[in-house]
């Protein structure tokens, strides 16, 4: 005859009934997210500012060509580089698909 004991873990937060019950987060304005009538406002708003251009550049080649990728409008013209900044991953990406021969995934880029 063997004999053995048994030990009971309760591991709080799963399967309890606990307090409180499911308790969702309200969006809060640090979350990004703008309403409809809101992202409509800053397009009319920005639709009357000068579009500037964004170029990209292969930093391992020999040619000082810079590539064209499109156009980038901000408030007065004066975030122009944060906006830059802020979207380089999807002008990188953007940069790829017009230009596939010139830029691969390897090469590094200057905004």
């Not at 500012?49 to 292969?58: H, S």
């Not at 156009?71 to 906006?83: C, F, G, I």
Request: proline share 3%; charged share 35%.
């Amino acid at each position: 005859v063997s004999s053995w004991s048994s030990t009971r873990l309760f591991a709080g937060g799963f399967g309890g009934k606990g307090s409180g019950g499911s308790k969702k987060k309200k969006r809060s304005a640090l979350d990004g997210k703008l309403k409809p009538k809101q992202q409509w406002d800053r397009y009319l708003a920005l639709k009357r500012e000068p579009k500037i251009r964004v170029a990209v550049r292969c930093k391992e080649d020999e040619s000082d060509e810079w590539l064209e990728v499109g156009r980038v409008k901000t408030q007065d013209s004066q975030y122009t580089e944060l906006a830059v900044a802020r979207q380089r991953a999807i002008i990188a990406e953007h940069a790829k698909r017009l230009y596939p021969l010139q830029i691969s995934n390897k090469k590094t880029l200057e905004w």
